[in-house]
C-alpha cells in the first residue's frame, strides 16, 4: 500500500469529527464505510457488520460487492469479518487463494474475484459487536499502514454504536432473554427436585417454589437455585422456609 499523503491523513480526522454532526446510526455507518472505500488505497468496497440478536447483519456498505461477500461468510458461517467478530482481533488476507484459514468461504470469494480482504473488529463496552470490513480485488492490498490509516474510522464506528439508543436498547434485549432463560432452567430443575423429593405433580411443585418465593421475600430464580445448592444436606423444606422467614 501506498503511504498517505499527510493532507490525506489530516482531512481524514477533520472528517471523523464532521461525521458527529450525522443524525442516525445507520446514516454514520453509511459515511463511515463511503469514507474508508474514498481514501484507502486499494479498497474496492467497504462495509459494517453488527452482531444484532445475536446474528452478523450488514447494516452500511459502500455497494453490491460487499453485501454479496458478505452474504458468502452468512451462508458458509465462515470468513474474515465473523473471525474479527468472534476473536476480537484483526483479521487480514493479503491474497485469498493461497489463504488456509476459510476453505469454505474462498470459492464463492473468489468466484467474486476477491483477493484482499481486512476486518477490524469493532470494541464497544467492552465487548466485540461488529466489524468494519475493506474488500480488494488486487493482492496484497492492504498492511499495517491501511490498518493506521483507518483506526479512526474504526474508533469513530465504535463509538457511535457504543452510544446509540438503538443498538444499546437491542443488547439489553439479547442480554435479559439469556437471564431469562437461564432463569426458567433453574426453576424447572428445581421443580423436578421437589417432584423427586415430595412426591409431587408438575404443578403442585411449581406452586411450592411460589410459596417458598412469597415466605422468603426472594425472586424466584433465588428460591430455586437455593433448593438445588441445599437439597444435599438441607432439613426438610419446612423447616428451611422457617429459617428463610426468621432471616434478617
Known amino acids: 500500500m501506498e503511504h498517505l499523503p499527510p493532507e490525506t491523513v489530516e482531512k481524514l480526522a477533520r472528517v471523523t469529527k464532521l461525521l458527529k454532526t450525522q443524525r442516525t446510526l445507520p446514516a454514520k455507518l453509511e459515511a463511515v ?15 459494517v457488520c453488527l452482531v444484532i440478536d445475536g446474528e452478523p447483519t450488514s447494516v452500511a456498505v459502500s455497494d453490491r460487492l460487499a453485501v454479496e461477500i458478505d452474504l458468502v461468510q452468512y451462508r458458509t458461517a465462515e470468513g474474515p469479518c465473523l473471525a474479527a467478530l468472534d476473536a476480537g482481533q484483526v483479521i487480514r488476507i493479503d491474497v485469498l487463494e493461497a489463504d488456509t484459514r476459510f476453505t469454505h468461504f474462498a470459492p464463492g470469494a473468489l468466484d467474486l474475484e476477491l483477493s484482499s480482504v481486512l476486518s477490524m473488529p469493532l470494541i464497544a463496552n467492552g ?45 439489553d434485549m439479547v442480554d435479559g432473554l439469556a437471564e431469562t432463560i437461564e432463569s426458567q432452567a433453574l426453576i424447572d430443575q428445581a421443580t423436578g427436585v421437589l417432584m423427586a423429593t415430595e412426591e409431587r405433580s408438575s404443578a403442585q ?13 426472594e425472586p424466584m430464580r433465588t428460591v430455586a437455585k437455593w433448593v438445588l445448592e441445599e437439597r444435599p ?16
Open 33 to 47: 464505510v463511503a469514507l474508508v472505500k474514498r481514501t484507502i488505497p486499494g479498497c474496492d468496497a467497504a462495509g
Open 127 to 171: 465487548r466485540s459487536v461488529g466489524a468494519l470490513n475493506m474488500y480488494s480485488r488486487q493482492p496484497d492490498a492492504f498492511d499495517d499502514r491501511s490498518e493506521e490509516a483507518v483506526q479512526p474510522m474504526v474508533d469513530y464506528a465504535a463509538e457511535v454504536i457504543s452510544t446509540s439508543p438503538i443498538y444499546a436498547y437491542s443488547l
Open 205 to 217: 411443585a411449581l406452586d411450592r417454589l411460589r410459596e417458598l418465593a412469597l415466605s422468603s421475600g
Open 233 to 248: 444436606t438441607s432439613p426438610p423444606l419446612l423447616e428451611q422456609e422457617t429459617i428463610l422467614r426468621e432471616e434478617p
